[in-house]
């Protein structure tokens, strides 16, 4: 799939309307636009009415001026299609909704508008109002559209946060092979977010089946680009990356549908990603009822000459001198979309109470898999039947994660891998000697060091359905994508009402005592558990390691795993049973059991406190060790956790990570909150790692330091005791 050629510069090229092209798009498609852009602009007039009685929950971004460019580009697209909206996202909803639902050859003029039409734009202009009646439950709401059943996957509030969602989309087409692609919506302003470069060098290189669309209406809220943006047109920085590029005027509709029509054959018959600049304008304020020169950034002469231009004021004519329509056709095509606005206007008048908003985490709550325990501990091996078991292998942990990772690929066509040189013979498939050249630039992809943008396009190509496992090189790194991982992978069930998932598995590695530094050494534990949506775990040993990814593969919700490198080089034994199993993801487990008190740790952490075990066992105390597994909020083991302290009385949490970025912390308040009078401690790393080795020394927990804050525990205990006999 990796393009092995550079793509040249290609000029820009700009298209103009005129009779000869508008007679080529033909009087059929100019009445279905016509009815389209009346239907949007009816129904957002009447949003904003109803914002300002106040029946609108949250800000109300409408594309009133705008509707041709939806209408002229989502005529274009079939049922297999997939759309991305922006903040901004109203009519490209609507008229996707309509374009998916009505007869292609339906005629606004003499045919009835179909009842489950009806039903479709009733449950999609309830969700912009935020209704229980809406086909996210309301959950979404006007700046969180999605819809997958006519194939629009979601607007993101997050000025070029869909980018990347749309990239992933494209790449699922391609590796499917359906012939299909993606097409994403977004405004000037986003143009100038890394998301736009990072995704259309990469669409580029990967020749995606990708069409982004710049509705260039004049304005990033109140600022003109040609305040912020060094390359114009747009479609320029479009054509920087290979991107073939052009660039249309929003009040030509014939010239916008049929240039439209044309990058998308380009788009499918697989000569790369494009570009569409559309010159728009958008006739009210960034949010709201007010104008632009209410809001005091833009003056009444400006958006004057702009309504004139409006193509629902300037098309009729030109359309009925060509003899394209004949006269009173355009207001007869304007009542029917009133008629069919007046139906769905009446059904979404007051809130609906018969559908409850889905909780957002309700399958987190809800495993599909047993908890972890002695008896589950090796659950569904997927051993019934089998031949007598082969030798185990002896592998390091490195070896094994990689044999993993690539009985997965061999198991599923829809497991993808992706991340910086994974294919590259420095990479952890490589170097084990597990890498399938065969999978590389297909299902194995090496990115360009664009963190943003393959993992946003992991995120979109989980929603197409299917398994990606991206690798971020260190957990540092996840800070550069932090908006793809928490803003919309984290959070796309919360988005959509629980009608999306993104089943992304994230493996990264801590490199712990090596002497990386701060800028490579963060533990990202913390950071993932402090946003909602992510499973998290850091297994502690292979076997552990191995029945969490697979079970991870299976789970619908986004997984981290996180790998310390100083466990890399431990050597286990591992059956056949290890490489199938598929442990629960939720649960804790006892390591050593112990009666003086309990350590709670995780990954590199349980090592250490085993090590303190030991030493603490020659002096007569007795710690249990317990590997907390789940780390994430919602699946933290809190009835485990529990009992442990209250069979010890005394619990200390052993966090391998910076202070500021460890979860022993909130896990001890909480638990204390949970079980008063149990004496808790916490012991973390320094908030920095250094990089000189005797820095580093002084910031990483030792053995001999757990060791020692178990003996404070039991002597301040014993001393209490005493105190309180006297």
């Known amino acids: 799939m990796l393009s092995e050629t550079h793509q040249p510069f290609q000029p820009v090229s700009r298209h103009r309307d005129g009779p000869d092209g508008r ?31 106040g029946e609108v929950t949250g800000p109300v971004h409408t594309a009133i001026g705008q509707e041709a460019v939806a209408a002229g580009v989502l005529r274009h697209l079939g049922p297999a299609d997939h759309v991305v909206g922006s903040h901004r996202a109203h009519h490209h909803f609507l008229v996707q909704s309509l374009a998916q639902t009505l007869p292609a050859d339906w005629d606004p003029l003499t045919d009835g508008f179909p009842e489950g039409a009806t039903k479709q734009l009733t449950a999609s202009f309830a969700e912009i109002m935020g209704l229980t009646s809406g086909v996210n439950h309301g959950a979404g ?16 509030a997050i000025v070029g946060g869909g980018i990347p969602v749309a990239g992933g989309l494209a790449f699922a087409h391609a590796l499917r092979g359906t012939g299909g692609c993606a097409v994403c919506f977004i405004g000037d302003g986003a143009v100038n977010q890394g998301t736009f470069h990072e995704t259309a060098n990469i669409a580029g290189t990967m020749k995606l089946p990708l069409l982004i669309v710049v509705e260039n209406n004049g304005y990033a809220e109140a600022t003109r680009p040609e ?33 439209a029509a044309d990058l998308l054959a380009g788009v499918r018959r697989g000569d790369g990603p494009a570009l569409l600049e559309v010159r728009t304008y958008r006739h009210l304020d960034h949010t709201g009822g007010r104008t632009g020169s209410e809001a005091g ?39 029917s979309a009133a008629a069919v606005a007046d139906r769905v206007f009446t059904a979404v008048r007051t809130p609906s109470a018969t559908t409850p908003v889905l909780d957002p985490y309700a399958l987190l709550r809800a495993p599909a898999l047993p908890r972890f325990t002695a008896d589950t501990g090796t659950a569904d091996t997927g051993t019934a039947g089998a031949a007598p078991a082969a030798p185990p292998a002896r592998l390091t942990f490195r070896d094994a994660i990689a044999e993993g990772l690539a009985r997965a690929l061999r198991g599923s066509d829809e497991v993808v891998f992706l991340g910086e040189e994974v294919g ?11 890498l399938d050249r065969e999978l590389v630039g297909s299902r194995i992809v090496d990115t360009p060091i664009s963190e ?51 089943p992304v598995i994230v493996r990264t590695k801590v490199p712990v005592g090596l002497g990386y530094g701060p800028q490579h050494g963060l533990n990202p534990v913390g950071l993932f ?67 003086d008190a309990t350590v709670f740790t995780y990954g590199l952490g349980v090592h250490w406190a085993l090590s303190a075990a030991r030493e603490l066992a020659a002096e007569g105390i007795s710690a249990e060790v317990v590997d907390l597994r789940a780390l994430d909020a919602v699946a933290t083991d809190w009835p485990a956790l529990a009992d442990a302290v209250r069979r010890t009385g005394r619990g200390l949490f052993v966090d391998p990570a910076a202070r500021g970025q460890a979860i022993g912390p909130r896990l001890a308040a909480d638990l204390a909150e949970r079980e008063r009078g149990v004496r808790l401690s916490c012991l973390a790393c320094s908030d920095v790692q250094p990089v000189a080795h005797e820095l580093e020394r002084q910031a990483v927990i030792t053995p001999t330091e757990v060791a020692q804050a178990v003996r404070r525990l039991v002597h301040d205990d014993v001393s209490d005791s005493k105190e309180a006999q006297k």
């Open 141 to 156: 709401g006007s700046m969180h559209l999605r819809d997958a059943s006519v194939g629009f996957m979601g607007s993101s």
């Open 424 to 434: 590259k013979p420095g990479g952890l498939l490589a170097r084990s000697g597990r």
């Open 452 to 502: 943003a943008a393959f993992v946003g396009m992991a995120g979109g190509a989980a929603m197409a359905g299917l398994r990606p496992v991206v690798e971020l090189m260190y957990g540092s790194f996840a800070l550069i994508a932090a908006d793809q991982l928490f803003n919309h992978i984290g959070m796309i069930r919360a988005l959509y009402g629980n009608t999306a998932q993104a």
């Open 297 to 335: 950034y833009r003056s009444g002469d400006e958006e004057a000459r702009w309504r004139r231009r409006d193509p629902l004021v300037s098309l009729p004519p030109v359309l009925v001198r060509e003899g394209l329509l004949c006269d009173g056709e355009a207001e007869a095509v304007e009542r």
């Open 529 to 595: 558990t402090s946003f909602p949506g992510w499973r998290v775990y850091a297994p502690a040993d292979a076997q552990d390691y191995l029945g969490t990814l697979n079970s991870a593969l299976d789970c619908d919700d986004p997984v981290l795993i996180v790998e310390f490198t100083q466990l890399y080089d431990e050597v286990y034994e591992l059956s056949e049973a290890d490489f199938t199993a598929r442990l629960p993801l939720e649960g804790s487990r006892v390591v050593r059991p112990g009666g």
């Open 227 to 259: 305040e912020v943006s060094a390359v114009l047109p747009l479609a320029g920085q479009g054509a920087a990356h290979g991107l073939r590029a052009a660039e249309v005027a929003g009040d030509e509709p014939g010239a916008l549908t049929s240039v």
């Open 23 to 53: 007679a080529r798009v033909g009087r059929a498609a100019f009445l279905r636009m016509l009815f389209d852009m009346h239907l949007v602009r009816i129904f957002e007039t009447g949003l904003v009415e109803r914002a300002q009685r």
